[in-house]
């Protein structure tokens, strides 16, 4: 009976030692599989943080031409402008001479 007893108690032993075995390796792969799911955020944050800085910078720069086609356009209007006033100048003044002496 001692022997069936003991066997048992073995048999027991072994039994909680390898749920120990099998809870220790289940720690370690959850840490590992933390650590991995870490890593791949951080990956996917520095790729995020990449991407909007490239579309930030495309941005920009779309931004720039538009003003400098912008400026463009302006300072064509404006020589157009003084064209038309350098063509009108005579005319303007004997309009406006006229209209003051009244001719």
Known sequence: MDTIIKKILEIEQKA??????????QQKIEESLKLE???MKEKI???????IQQIRE??????????K??????K???EAMDKYAKQ?????????MSRIIGW
């Open 37 to 39: 799911i870490l890593e």
């Open 16 to 25: 909680q030692q390898i749920v120990d075995d099998a809870n220790q390796e």
């Open 88 to 96: 009108k100048r005579d005319e303007w003044e004997k309009m406006l």
């Open 58 to 67: 495309k941005e920009l720069q779309e931004a720039r031409q538009k003003v």
């Open 76 to 78: 064509l209007q404006v």
């Open 45 to 51: 944050q520095q790729r995020t943080e990449r991407k």
């Open 69 to 74: 086609e912008i400026e463009i356009q302006s």
